[in-house]
């Protein structure tokens, strides 16, 4: 049955046809146009009804392709480029057909000259809107989970599934392919709770990337905020699209894993004045985007050409709507907003944490237990605002990134570890916001793979066509002693170990970690870290290499359900050394969290101000459970010795990065020492009374044991 008319605007079926609806405040008129399969069209002139263009046609039917014509001033000093020969897609369409030919008459003007109106008409080189037939929305997930208790996968919809051989090949690469067995089995079986897309609005590639015979891989150039991808659909750019994305969606919930999208609100495909007008600038370019004070140009802050204007009221619906949408109807259940920073500028451009988007979602009971994930910064001034995106939201946190990167390649001491590992409180906790604020990552999209972050000393960008210019040149990264792929054993096992370490340090640390998709079986890029125009195997997932790593994907599994089942790792609240009490309020001589330093117990002044030192111990403990985690990054082997009664009577190591038969499958008594190889993550389980009087019992004979062993 089709969708009743609602006020919203866009494309709404009816029982006698569609009504399409466009906001358009500054439009003189406004043409509806539709298209044949031969690309005829026939124009429909709107009317102006409720605050917005509004046409009523009868027979239309769901995958009728269509646009809009807007007339009004063309006056680019003013910051109004209206030019009625350009067809615009609806900007709350819900499905989109294709890419733009730049060989066409895309643009609102004449070469060479922004302020003269190209009068062209673009109706063959752009995509067209398509009207969508109302579905029910996906199967809703039993319960999400909190961040606390997450593992976020960030995975590229393409890159995912595109060399998987369980796959078939008419699935891979698109959202039927994710959804397909083989691919949800490795999810749960890694311990992913929520898989987190790379944009999934429909975008499309910039001249200067098609102009090189490259596409924009990544997809961070939005043209659609309510239509999924078309060329991630494995049957059709007229609709099908919907309807694959939302069987995807169902089938991820019915395996308990969540869907978040990266989001891409800051800015769109349209790029600067000598972009195309596809959308936006069409339909009203003062008001859509940010412009300098002049109106003439663009104020850009995120890099891009331009920027969304969130302090205009009509944006702010817009974005809002499209998240609303993507909720109730596509079933997700969080965004990763990029580049955050500029949603909350205000209508001087200043950044405002104070501002209506995050008002607005606080308050709008449709985003209650929806994940809000910020990228917390952006390029204009003051944009980098890491920890101060307050209650309800979590951020990437790049100190993480940096530090964990620096720590394993042995430049760093351990000033900074206990911070990191223990959920980043100087960054989250002075606003009273949980460890769970802290996105932990070591990798993303956007740099090396964890493999190359152990294989490449420099980015090596040439395929890129940018000469190598492309891409950061601070990647904090260790080649392990040879710059790329090598046959040297010795070297590719030192690799295998120090991806291990991060990806256990990543698993093992307070806050929520998110692992790149294909890091946990040793994916690389050849040390491409900018591979945002490379589709292609560069950027693709080789699932021949499983086996290989087969040893990383067991930690991975292993980390992630130890993780899942130790409140120690994933209760959300910080640790200040707080003495621990048994059922009666006596303590047991033991803290929920504290540092040892291998010799003597906990870590003394001296320890946290030797910068050589590489050796640092994390003890969690609860009245019940406890846990002491080692991390080493130094290169040789070092004795540690088990810390004395009060902390624990039995010391078993549960899980390591070591190699098989490095260290002792037996348990250890305090004061007892192991030799810890170097470079090496070690958990141990601690058995710990949980009333003072077995501790009291415990220390007695531990004293009894050591002084008949003298």
Same mark, same amino acid.
């Given at each position: 049955?089709?969708?009743?008319?609602?006020?919203?605007?866009?494309?709404?079926?009816?029982?006698?046809?569609?009504?399409?609806?466009?906001?358009?405040?500054?439009?003189?008129?406004?043409?509806?146009?539709?298209?044949?399969?031969?690309?005829?069209?026939?124009?429909?002139?709107?009317?102006?009804?409720?605050?917005?263009?509004?046409?009523?046609?009868?027979?239309?039917?769901?995958?009728?392709?269509?646009?809009?014509?807007?007339?009004?001033?063309?006056?680019?000093?003013?910051?109004?480029?209206?030019?009625?020969?350009?067809?615009?897609?609806?900007?709350?369409?819900?499905?989109?057909?294709?890419?733009?030919?730049?060989?066409?008459?895309?643009?609102?003007?004449?070469?060479?000259?922004?302020?003269?109106?190209?009068?062209?008409?673009?109706?063959?080189?752009?995509?067209?809107?398509?009207?969508?037939?109302?579905?029910?929305?996906?199967?809703?997930?039993?319960?999400?989970?909190?961040?606390?208790?997450?593992?976020?996968?960030?995975?590229?919809?393409?890159?995912?599934?595109?060399?998987?051989?369980?796959?078939?090949?008419?699935?891979?690469?698109?959202?039927?392919?994710?959804?397909?067995?083989?691919?949800?089995?490795?999810?749960?079986?890694?311990?992913?709770?929520?898989?987190?897309?790379?944009?999934?609005?429909?975008?499309?590639?910039?001249?200067?990337?098609?102009?090189?015979?490259?596409?924009?891989?990544?997809?961070?150039?939005?043209?659609?905020?309510?239509?999924?991808?078309?060329?991630?659909?494995?049957?059709?750019?007229?609709?099908?699209?919907?309807?694959?994305?939302?069987?995807?969606?169902?089938?991820?919930?019915?395996?308990?894993?969540?869907?978040?999208?990266?989001?891409?609100?800051?800015?769109?495909?349209?790029?600067?004045?000598?972009?195309?007008?596809?959308?936006?600038?069409?339909?009203?370019?003062?008001?859509?985007?940010?412009?300098?004070?002049?109106?003439?140009?663009?104020?850009?802050?995120?890099?891009?050409?331009?920027?969304?204007?969130?302090?205009?009221?009509?944006?702010?619906?817009?974005?809002?709507?499209?998240?609303?949408?993507?909720?109730?109807?596509?079933?997700?259940?969080?965004?990763?907003?990029?580049?955050?920073?500029? =949603? @909350?500028?205000?209508? /001087?451009? *200043?950044?405002?944490? +104070?501002?209506?988007?995050? &008002?607005?979602?606080? %308050? #709008?009971?449709?985003?209650?237990?929806?994940?809000?994930?910020?990228?917390?910064?952006?390029?204009?001034?003051?944009?980098?605002?890491?920890?101060?995106?307050?209650?309800?939201?979590?951020?990437?946190?790049?100190?993480?990134?940096?530090?964990?990167?620096?720590?394993?390649?042995?430049?760093?001491?351990?000033?900074?570890?206990?911070?990191?590992?223990?959920?980043?409180?100087?960054?989250?906790?002075?606003?009273?916001?949980?460890?769970?604020?802290?996105?932990?990552?070591?990798?993303?999209?956007?740099?090396?793979?964890?493999?190359? =972050? @152990?294989?490449?000393? /420099?980015? *090596?960008?040439?395929? +890129?066509?940018?000469?190598? &210019?492309?891409?950061? %040149? #601070?990647?904090?990264?260790?080649?392990?002693?040879?710059?790329?792929?090598?046959?040297?054993?010795?070297?590719?096992?030192?690799?295998?170990?120090?991806?291990?370490?991060?990806?256990?340090?990543?698993?093992?640390?307070?806050?929520?970690?998110?692992?790149?998709?294909?890091?946990?079986?040793?994916?690389?890029?050849?040390?491409?870290?900018?591979?945002?125009?490379?589709?292609?195997?560069?950027?693709?997932?080789?699932?021949?290499?499983?086996?290989?790593?087969?040893?990383?994907?067991?930690?991975?599994?292993?980390?992630?359900?130890?993780?899942?089942?130790?409140?120690?790792?994933?209760?959300?609240?910080?640790?200040?050394?707080?003495?621990?009490?048994?059922?009666?309020?006596?303590?047991?001589?033991?803290?929920?969290?504290?540092?040892?330093?291998?010799?003597?117990?906990?870590?003394?002044?001296?320890?946290?101000?030797?910068?050589?030192?590489?050796?640092?111990?994390?003890?969690?403990?609860?009245?019940?459970?406890?846990?002491?985690?080692?991390?080493?990054?130094?290169?040789?082997?070092?004795?540690?010795?088990?810390?004395?009664?009060?902390?624990?009577?039995?010391?078993?190591?549960?899980?390591?990065?070591?190699?098989?038969?490095?260290?002792?499958?037996?348990?250890?008594?305090?004061?007892?020492?192991?030799?810890?190889?170097?470079?090496?993550?070690?958990?141990?389980?601690?058995?710990?009374?949980?009333?003072?009087?077995?501790?009291?019992?415990?220390?007695?004979?531990?004293?009894?044991?050591?002084?008949?062993?003298?």
């Amino acid at each position: 049955m089709p969708a009743r008319a609602t006020g919203l605007p866009g494309a709404h079926l009816t029982r006698e046809g569609c009504e399409f609806r466009l906001p358009a405040p500054r439009a003189k008129a406004v043409e509806l146009v539709l298209l044949d399969a031969d690309m005829h069209q026939r124009t429909f002139p709107m009317s102006v009804l409720e605050g917005s263009w509004y046409a009523r046609v009868l027979d239309v039917r769901p995958g009728q392709r269509y646009g809009y014509r807007v007339y009004g001033e063309w006056n680019p000093s003013a910051g109004l480029r209206d030019n009625p020969a350009k067809l615009l897609v609806d900007p709350y369409a819900r499905a989109i057909t294709s890419g733009v030919d730049y060989r066409g008459p895309v643009r609102d003007h004449v070469p060479d000259a922004s302020h003269v109106m190209d009068e062209r008409d673009s109706f063959a080189a752009v995509p067209l809107s398509v009207v969508v037939s109302h579905t029910p929305p996906p199967l809703p997930i039993a319960k999400r989970r909190p961040l606390s208790q997450s593992v976020i996968y960030e995975a590229h919809v393409k890159g995912l599934t595109r060399l998987h051989p369980e796959v078939p090949e008419h699935l891979r690469g698109t959202y039927a392919g994710i959804a397909y067995p083989a691919v949800i089995d490795h999810l749960k079986q890694l311990g992913v709770t929520a898989i987190e897309l790379l944009p999934v609005h429909h975008f499309v590639s910039e001249s200067a990337i098609a102009a090189r015979g490259k596409t924009n891989y990544w997809g961070y150039s939005t043209l659609g905020f309510f239509a999924p991808h078309g060329a991630y659909c494995s049957v059709g750019t007229t609709g099908e699209q919907v309807d694959e994305f939302k069987a995807m969606v169902s089938a991820l919930h019915q395996a308990g894993i969540e869907v978040i999208l990266d989001v891409v609100y800051n800015h769109t495909c349209e790029g600067g004045i000598d972009g195309p007008t596809l959308c936006f600038r069409g339909i009203d370019h003062r008001d859509y985007y940010r412009l300098h004070a002049d109106l003439s140009s663009d104020y850009d802050v995120t890099g891009c050409g331009n920027s969304l204007d969130t302090s205009k009221p009509a944006v702010l619906a817009l974005v809002l709507d499209s998240m609303r949408y993507w909720v109730t109807e596509m079933g997700v259940d969080g965004f990763r907003f990029d580049l955050a920073t500029t =949603l @909350v500028r205000d209508s /001087h451009h *200043h950044v405002d944490q +104070n501002h209506p988007f995050k &008002r607005v979602i606080a %308050d #709008d009971p449709v985003f209650d237990d929806i994940k809000m994930i910020a990228e917390p910064w952006d390029m204009g001034p003051f944009g980098y605002q890491v920890g101060r995106f307050g209650r309800g939201w979590s951020e990437w946190n790049d100190r993480y990134r940096g530090f964990m990167r620096d720590y394993w390649r042995g430049t760093v001491g351990v000033q900074e570890l206990a911070t990191r590992l223990s959920g980043s409180a100087d960054l989250f906790d002075g606003s009273d916001r949980p460890p769970s604020a802290s996105i932990n990552f070591i990798t993303a999209h956007d740099g090396f793979t964890m493999r190359d =972050l @152990v294989s490449y000393n /420099h980015k *090596h960008n040439k395929a +890129n066509g940018e000469h190598n &210019r492309d891409g950061s %040149d #601070d990647n904090r990264s260790w080649n392990c002693g040879v710059e790329g792929e090598t046959d040297d054993e010795e070297i590719n096992a030192l690799r295998h170990r120090q991806v291990r370490n991060l990806i256990a340090t990543l698993l093992l640390s307070r806050g929520v970690p998110m692992i790149t998709a294909g890091d946990e079986m040793g994916r690389t890029q050849l040390g491409n870290n900018n591979a945002y125009c490379q589709d292609n195997p560069t950027s693709w997932i080789d699932w021949k290499l499983a086996e290989e790593w087969s040893e990383l994907t067991k930690l991975t599994s292993e980390l992630t359900e130890l993780r899942a089942n130790s409140r120690l790792l994933n209760y959300d609240d910080y640790l200040y050394r707080s003495e621990i009490l048994d059922a009666h309020g006596q303590s047991l001589q033991r803290y929920n969290l504290a540092w040892m330093n291998g010799y003597s117990g906990e870590m003394q002044a001296h320890d946290w101000q030797d910068d050589g030192r590489r050796l640092l111990g994390m003890y969690l403990s609860s009245r019940t459970e406890a846990m002491l985690i080692w991390f080493y990054s130094g290169a040789h082997p070092i004795q540690i010795v088990m810390p004395g009664g009060p902390w624990g009577w039995d010391y078993k190591i549960v899980s390591s990065t070591a190699d098989p038969g490095e260290l002792p499958t037996i348990s250890l008594l305090p004061g007892d020492s192991m030799a810890l190889p170097g470079r090496t993550v070690a958990v141990m389980k601690v058995k710990v009374p949980s009333d003072a009087k077995t501790l009291r019992r415990a220390i007695a004979s531990l004293t009894r044991s050591r002084g008949s062993k003298r």
